[in-house]
């Protein structure tokens, strides 16, 4: 997402939305002409680092106290947990 204030919208038009199409087309370009590693090392560090995203994300998610006052301990956990971020390991204290 980008979030700027410009003067006119020319910048957005000759500046932005330019330099988007590069970083898509950029992007794009790596995706094609990269070669999967599908091993089972690769895919062993690949879950590891995502359950450790998720884990880190429920952990510090600033919706979750709002979704607590809103539907309760309960339901604000189980949604945190096991959809928004279903890799994560629950604190057990």
Request: net charge negative; aromatic share 14%; hydrophobic share 35%.
């Amino acid at each position: 997402m980008i979030f700027g204030r410009f003067d006119t919208e020319k910048v957005v038009h000759e500046e932005v939305m330019p330099a988007f199409q590069r970083y898509v087309q950029t992007h794009y370009d790596m995706v094609l002409n990269t070669t999967p590693d599908v091993s089972s090392k690769s895919t062993s560090n690949v879950l590891d680092r995502q359950a450790a995203y998720d884990s880190y994300s429920a952990e510090r998610d600033p919706a979750t106290k709002m979704f607590e006052a809103m539907f309760g301990v309960d339901w604000s956990e189980g949604f945190v947990h096991d959809f928004l971020f279903d890799q994560s390991r629950k604190d057990s204290s």
